[in-house]
């Protein structure tokens, strides 16, 4: 009796909401929206049921083919949602096909009128509507088995406008059903959290060490999670379906804000200008600030350290590297341990979703020696909440390496000079930086007067165009050597590339710079 198209087309109503709230309040429990779907889909079917009875109760009678009707009889039609009539004529049928039957004209409330067969023995809408489990639509199994995720976040959005409801860490409860949290709890969860470093602590340890009443143990995490995600001092930093507390002031200080080198002005370029081979390039250095591609392979991922995170202590956080790493339902940060692939030492790491970056490996670089094109693999951990990561580290030797200076001029100058290398890099985008501060001054005269991207392109590709024979510049190093001075992902370098006619392409995504054409 429910339509073919009932859960796909179904909307939160006002009643949906009340019996979800009541739902709530039965069992004490927040609870997360595919749990909330599935009480809706029993509340739903329940209702559907009532309303048959209802109308099979009722004073009208039930419409079937194989009936005979006089004119007045009211009555009501399953397949047409229930709709009433009143039949105002009937009349014998004239079918030789057929055995004999009559028709029968119905006026609806609406005014229309249709007609309909009467005392015929055989068709299939004779049999008396019922709610049947074997029916796909009518088994609460497989519909949220179909239906269920679409629910669950037909519920997420209805629940999101309505303040009556509260949520943490995806799950949903009543605001009025709250328990109270006085500004003494806050303190001593703060208290507690500064004698372990800032955290992070599960609710429940918290709740143990401040003796907040625990009489009904979820409600009460929930209570005191939803107060502390309230307070300014507080911030919520674990993964998804599990509740980690951290004391703010706590955090570093480029997991509360984006480190200068990742500050990126937006640009608009043209990107249908892109080549596939661009493109296939782009995919493989795995900016954050690209467009979403979806990885080849997420069980292990090799990255080329650029400029602007090596400087930050960072990684991308981008569709390359994205799944390797903890998210959350709300948590704008989130914590988690990396672990070094080669000696198993433990370190604590940060997701910054907003930024689109992890933190937490500042450290990590200098103990490895690396340098900006240097090598990195980021594995899945052995236990969930941990990420392996592996520089592929060898021998320190003296070796030529592209370097990046800062002349009296205050301008970048690259050269090839002896550098100390103790790590694999990509031939291509190793840039070494002999003096980060130095840099850095250039980096804020840059961003101060507004250098176009052009004009950037334009020096970097003459600047590294003078360290090989052909003077020609691999499209990936150019992206390296603009990123020392300019955070830019490589779209809108690679846009310039190709749209620019003294951007000269050799091939291989190697150009060469035509000053006759500047």
């Given amino acids: 009796m429910i339509r073919e198209t009932y859960w796909e087309d179904l909307s939160i109503t006002t009643e949906d909401i009340e019996a979800l709230y009541n739902h709530l309040l039965e069992t004490e429990t927040p609870l997360t929206?595919?749990?909330?779907?599935?009480?809706?889909?029993?509340?739903?079917?329940?209702?559907?049921?009532?309303?048959?009875?209802?109308?099979?109760?009722?004073?009208?009678?039930?419409?079937?083919?194989?009936?005979?009707?006089?004119?007045?009889?009211?009555?009501?039609?399953?397949?047409l949602d229930w709709a009433e009539g009143e039949v105002v004529a009937v009349r014998e049928a004239h079918n030789p096909t057929m055995p004999p039957f009559e028709v029968i004209r119905v006026r609806f409330a609406d005014g229309r009128e249709r007609e309909f067969a009467a005392g015929l023995e055989e068709h299939i809408l004779n049999e008396p509507?019922?709610?049947?489990?074997?029916?796909?639509?009518?088994?609460?199994?497989?519909?949220?088995?179909?239906?269920?995720?679409?629910?669950?976040?037909?519920?997420?959005?209805?629940?999101?406008?309505?303040?009556?409801?509260?949520?943490i860490a995806g799950k949903w409860f009543p605001r009025a059903l709250l328990m109270d949290v006085h500004v003494g709890y806050l303190n001593l969860a703060e208290a507690v959290l500064d004698m372990h470093s800032g955290g992070p602590l599960p609710t429940a340890e918290i709740i143990k060490q401040i003796d907040f009443p625990a009489d009904n143990p979820k409600l009460a995490e929930f209570s005191l999670d939803y107060a502390l995600q309230e307070s300014e001092q507080f911030d919520e930093v674990g993964p998804a379906g599990q509740v980690l507390w951290f004391l703010r002031s706590m955090e570093p200080q480029w997991v509360q804000e984006t480190p200068p080198y990742l500050h990126y002005r937006p640009l608009d370029y043209d990107r249908d200008a892109l080549t596939p081979e661009m493109l296939a390039l782009e995919a493989a250095l795995g900016d954050e600030l690209s467009p979403e591609i979806p990885p080849a392979d997420t069980e292990q991922v090799e990255l080329t350290l650029i400029y602007p995170h090596w400087r930050a202590g960072t990684l991308p956080l981008s569709a390359k590297t994205r799944a390797l790493f903890p998210t959350a339902y709300q948590a704008p940060r989130v914590r988690f341990t990396w672990v070094d692939a080669q000696t198993g030492e433990e370190f604590p790491g940060w997701v910054v979703r907003p930024g689109k970056y992890v933190y937490g490996l500042e450290a990590w670089y200098k103990k490895k020696e690396l340098m900006p094109g240097s090598l990195v693999t980021l594995k899945p951990g052995k236990t969930p909440g941990q990420v392996l990561i592996q520089a592929h580290t060898h021998r320190p030797q003296r070796d030529w390496v592209r370097s990046v200076l800062v002349g009296r001029d205050a301008q970048p100058v690259f050269a090839m000079l002896k550098q100390i290398v103790s790590a694999e890099f990509d031939e291509r985008m190793v840039i070494a930086v002999p003096d980060p501060e130095a840099l850095d001054a250039v980096w804020e005269e840059i961003a101060r007067k507004r250098t176009p991207l052009e004009n950037l392109v334009v020096s970097?590709?003459?600047?590294?165009a003078k360290l090989?024979?052909?003077?020609?510049?691999?499209?990936?190093?150019?992206?390296?050597?603009?990123?020392?001075?300019?955070?830019?992902?490589?779209?809108?370098?690679?846009?310039?590339?190709?749209?620019?006619?003294?951007?000269?392409?050799?091939?291989?995504?190697?150009?060469?710079?035509?000053?006759?054409?500047?």
């Fill in 33 to 79: 929206p595919e749990e909330l779907a599935a009480a809706l889909v029993a509340f739903r079917l329940e209702e559907e049921q009532r309303k048959l009875e209802r109308q099979q109760g009722g004073g009208a009678t039930i419409y079937l083919p194989k009936g005979r009707y006089e004119v007045g009889q009211p009555l009501v039609f399953p397949a």
């Fill in 129 to 167: 509507p019922q709610m049947r489990d074997d029916d796909p639509l009518h088994n609460p199994e497989s519909v949220l088995a179909t239906y269920g995720s679409a629910l669950a976040e037909k519920i997420e959005a209805a629940l999101t406008e309505n303040d009556e409801f509260v949520r």
């Fill in 460 to 464: 970097m590709l003459r600047e590294l």
């Fill in 468 to 518: 090989t024979p052909q003077g020609h510049v691999h499209a990936a190093g150019l992206y390296a050597a603009v990123n020392t001075v300019r955070r830019c992902p490589p779209g809108p370098i690679f846009a310039l590339l190709a749209t620019r006619p003294w951007f000269v392409h050799v091939g291989d995504l190697y150009f060469r710079l035509d000053e006759s054409a500047i």
